[in-house]
Every structure is written in C-alpha cells, then in structure tokens.
C-alpha cells in the first residue's frame, strides 16, 4: 500500500511538473509575442510617420544610408554577437563571465576602429561625388558611427537577456524600440528640419536609452563586472571568439550583399524616387517572417543550445524544435501572404502615406523573398548548435553572389521586378545550400 501510494504521489508530481513546464513554456512564448506585437507596431507606425514626413527621395536617401551601418554589423560587430549569444551560458555556469566579457571589450574597440575606417571611407566618397556639402557629410559621419555603435551594444545587450531568458526585458526593449525610434526623429524634424540628419539624430537618441535601459535590467553583475576583472588573461576567450566568429566574419560581406545590394543596383540604375517605392514594399514584405522567425527562435534558441549541452540525444531534439518552428513559421507566412494578395491596396493606404501607393504591386514578391530567406535563418540553427558555422559559409557566400548577380542583371532587363527575381534566386539558393549544411554538420 505505500508503495502505491509512493508511486502515485510520484505520478501526481510528474504530471504537475510537465503543467507547470508547460504553462512556463506559454507564459514565456506570450510575452515574446506580446514584445515582437508592439515592435510591430511600432514598426508601422514608423512607416506611417516617416513616408507622411518624407518624399521617396528623401526616403531612399536613408535607407541607403542605413546598409552602411548594416555592412559594418554584418561584417564585424554581428559575428561577435554570435559567439556572445553561443558562449555566454557557458561561461555564466562556470562564473568566468568577467574573462569572457573583458574579451568582448577588446573586440569591441576593435570594432570602433573598423566602424570609424568605412565611415570616413564613406565621407570621402560621398565628397568626391559631390552629394552633400562638407558639413552635412561631416555630421552624418559623426552621427553614422554613434549610431552603429550603439546599435551594436543595444543588440549584444538584447541577445544576453534573451538567453538569460529575461522574457519581459527583451519584450520591453523591443516593443519600446521603433515607437522610440520613430518618434524622436518626428520630434526633432518638427522642433528643427526633416532631413536626413535630424532623422539619424532621432535614431541615435533612442539607441543611446534602449542601451542604458538594458544595462539597468542586466545589471553589471551579468555583464562580468566584477572586482579584478581587468587584470585577467583572456587570450583563450579571445581565441575561442574568433574560432566561433570567422566563419561568421567571412560570409558577412555575403550577406549583406543578399540584404543590401538590391537598393545599390536600384539607386544605380534607377531614379531615386522609385528606391523609396522599392524600400517600403521590402519593409512591408520582411514584417510578417521576421515577426515570426524572431518570435520563434527567440522562444526556441535557449532550450536548443541548453538542449544540445546537456542530453545525450543532441540531433534528434534540435531536429524536433527546428521542425516545430518550421511549421508555425510558413503556417503564418502562408496566411499573411494570402491577406497581402487580397488587400495589398488597401493595406498599404493603411500602414503608409497614399503617395507611396505604387509600393502595392511589389509587395507580394518582396513578401515571398523574405518568407524564404528567413526560413534559411531559421535552418541555419543546426549548424549553430553543432558549434559549426563554417558549414554555412559556402550558402551564404553562393547566396549572396546569385542575388549580386541576378539582381544586377535582372534590373537591366525586366527593371525593379527584375531585381526581386534575382533577389528571390539567391534567397532560394540560400535556403537549399543552409539545409544541405544543416545534414552535414548533424553527421560530425
């Protein structure tokens, strides 16, 4: 009798464990959806106020502008970012967090002076081709840098919450993030100018609170900040970044090719105006996938990683996590792609100023490369489980040359339509390259 009684009470705790796992488990997925909703929000919101404010031009001006901060995060700031997200549990565990973080810091100097190079790269040819004057090139020079650099520490910031699994912090920064954003740079163009400066301006302010904001909810405890932590030795921490960063490093030129290039080859062969038509409809076309896969792999990622560190069964439950996100992730894409093709009009009458009408008709075909280039983000997580990187390199270097070149030639014969074709090929090509590396590093 109080065997059975010992083996019931047992069952009953079980089953309250799996409940209480369980309502964790949505509790947290709820407040990712609640951060990744208000983002959105905001995000639209942005759209609505900045196409209001601005003409195409002055609209494409800054998306332009804004790859060069991409190509600098793609290229350095990004791939250390990885390590950070992939290593810091470990180190956490281990309460060396002060060695790993004071080698972040010697990166990130590093990262100053490469971001300080390609600005004033910039500068000078924007001088030689007689774009701006002097003092606007100086300003936006100034105002380029800070602006990367603080988007680089709000994001490093952003990854250490989520994979310390501090839900309502990640959801407060997001949701907060593009209303911020959007509504500093409104402010100073009615308390100053619209122009493209003031707007910057507008993008620094609110990156300079996001970042003190996510020092406060951290605290410098979870940052390593701890008494001696200057004097240490941490060349095996820097040598085990850039063991895990360089296939990163290498293939972030690629990819900013396969997320950049396209507004280059507009703005190259097309007027300016019609760049800012394209930029709205590939902003409208990445708000459903990015919305899903951010949710998806923010809810996901540390389970995975916790998952693959400590179970003997590593392959077959990163399999059944990388198929459940699948799953949600084209399930939602596929349905808001049916809203797109329906109400595509009246949708961007909505989100955007009536004079960006003519972004309607590219919607759909920037909404289908997105969907595929996110879910070649989504594969990519089995190489990173697997500590495998490198395995991704030769998807997204061959990704990211097909885009080039296909969107390059594309524009030349068919115009703008030409350049999402070309866009969507390298996406594709992608995603294939990313699933057959997926296999292959489950195989080591």
Same mark, same amino acid.
């Given at each position: 009798?109080?065997?059975?009684?010992?083996?019931?009470?047992?069952?009953?705790?079980? $089953? #309250?464990?799996?409940?209480?796992?369980?309502?964790?488990?949505?509790?947290?997925?709820?407040?990712?959806?609640?951060?990744n909703?208000?983002?959105?929000?905001g995000?639209?919101?942005?759209?609505?106020?900045?196409?209001?404010?601005?003409?195409?031009?002055?609209?494409?001006?800054?998306?332009l502008?804004?790859?060069?901060?991409?190509?600098?995060?793609?290229?350095?700031?990004?791939?250390?970012g990885?390590?950070?997200? +992939?290593?810091?549990?470990?180190?956490?565990s281990?309460?060396?967090?002060?060695?790993f973080?004071?080698?972040?810091?010697?990166?990130?100097?590093?990262?100053?002076?490469?971001? /300080?190079?390609?600005?004033?790269?910039?500068?000078?040819r924007?001088?030689f081709l007689?774009?701006?004057?002097?003092?606007? #090139?100086?300003s936006?020079?100034?105002?380029g840098?800070?602006?990367?650099?603080?988007?680089?520490?709000?994001?490093?910031?952003?990854?250490? /919450?989520?994979?310390?699994?501090?839900?309502?912090?990640?959801?407060?920064?997001?949701?907060?993030?593009?209303?911020? +954003?959007?509504?500093?740079?409104?402010?100073?163009?009615?308390?100053?100018?619209?122009?493209?400066?003031?707007?910057?301006?507008?993008?620094?302010?609110?990156?300079?609170?996001?970042?003190?904001?996510?020092?406060?909810c951290?605290?410098?405890?979870?940052?390593?900040?701890?008494?001696?932590?200057?004097?240490?030795?941490?060349?095996?921490e820097?040598?085990?970044?850039?063991?895990?960063?360089?296939?990163?490093?290498?293939?972030?030129l690629?990819?900013?090719?396969?997320?950049?290039?396209? +507004?280059?080859?507009?703005?190259?062969n097309?007027?300016?105006?019609?760049?800012?038509?394209?930029?709205l409809?590939?902003?409208?076309?990445?708000?459903?996938?990015?919305?899903?896969?951010?949710?998806?792999l923010?809810?996901?990622?540390?389970?995975?990683?916790? $998952?693959?560190?400590?179970?003997?069964?590593?392959?077959?439950?990163?399999?059944?996590?990388? +198929?459940?996100?699948?799953?949600?992730?084209?399930?939602?894409?596929i349905?808001?792609?049916?809203?797109?093709?329906?109400?595509?009009?009246?949708?961007?009458?909505?989100?955007?100023d009536?004079?960006?009408?003519?972004?309607?008709?590219?919607?759909?075909?920037?909404?289908?490369?997105?969907?595929?280039?996110?879910?070649?983000?989504?594969?990519?997580?089995?190489?990173?489980?697997?500590?495998?990187?490198?395995f991704? #390199?030769?998807?997204?270097?061959?990704?990211?040359?097909?885009?080039?070149?296909?969107?390059?030639?594309?524009?030349?014969?068919?115009?703008?339509?030409?350049?999402?074709?070309?866009m969507?090929?390298?996406a594709?090509?992608?995603?294939?390259?990313?699933?057959?590396?997926?296999?292959?590093?489950?195989?080591?």
């Amino acid at each position: 009798m109080i065997k059975k009684a010992l083996e019931l009470t047992a069952g009953y705790l079980t $089953d #309250i464990k799996t409940i209480a796992f369980r309502s964790r488990k949505i509790k947290e997925l709820a407040i990712i959806i609640t951060g990744n909703v208000l983002a959105l929000g905001g995000s639209i919101l942005a759209v609505k106020l900045l196409t209001s404010w601005m003409e195409p031009e002055l609209y494409g001006e800054i998306g332009l502008l804004l790859t060069i901060c991409g190509f600098i995060s793609c290229l350095f700031f990004g791939p250390v970012g990885q390590a950070i997200s +992939r290593y810091y549990l470990r180190y956490d565990s281990n309460n060396s967090l002060s060695r790993f973080f004071k080698a972040v810091i010697i990166y990130f100097i590093v990262g100053i002076s490469f971001s /300080l190079i390609v600005w004033v790269f910039w500068g000078i040819r924007e001088t030689f081709l007689g774009k701006n004057e002097p003092r606007v #090139i100086i300003s936006l020079i100034i105002l380029g840098l800070i602006f990367t650099l603080f988007s680089t520490t709000s994001s490093w910031l952003n990854g250490v /919450l989520a994979i310390r699994r501090q839900r309502k912090s990640v959801a407060l920064l997001q949701g907060i993030s593009s209303w911020l +954003r959007c509504g500093l740079a409104v402010l100073l163009f009615v308390l100053f100018s619209v122009s493209v400066p003031w707007c910057i301006s507008g993008y620094c302010l609110s990156l300079i609170i996001l970042t003190s904001v996510a020092i406060k909810c951290l605290g410098f405890k979870a940052l390593g900040c701890t008494p001696g932590w200057s004097k240490q030795n941490v060349q095996n921490e820097i040598k085990l970044i850039a063991k895990y960063a360089w296939p990163y490093l290498i293939f972030g030129l690629f990819g900013w090719f396969q997320s950049s290039a396209d +507004r280059w080859i507009i703005d190259f062969n097309f007027s300016r105006d019609k760049l800012g038509y394209y930029i709205l409809a590939t902003q409208l076309g990445a708000i459903a996938p990015l919305f899903l896969s951010s949710s998806l792999l923010s809810l996901v990622a540390p389970y995975v990683f916790k $998952d693959f560190d400590s179970k003997e069964d590593k392959q077959r439950n990163c399999f059944i996590w990388l +198929r459940r996100c699948i799953a949600l992730y084209l399930s939602g894409c596929i349905v808001f792609a049916v809203f797109v093709v329906i109400f595509g009009k009246q949708l961007v009458g909505i989100v955007a100023d009536p004079s960006y009408a003519k972004a309607a008709s590219l919607w759909p075909y920037t909404l289908l490369v997105h969907t595929t280039f996110f879910l070649g983000q989504i594969l990519a997580l089995t190489c990173s489980v697997n500590e495998k990187p490198k395995f991704l #390199i030769p998807g997204k270097i061959v990704g990211g040359l097909v885009s080039v070149v296909a969107a390059f030639l594309g524009a030349r014969t068919l115009g703008i339509n030409g350049v999402i074709l070309g866009m969507f090929s390298g996406a594709f090509v992608y995603m294939c390259m990313v699933t057959y590396a997926g296999f292959k590093a489950n195989q080591y």
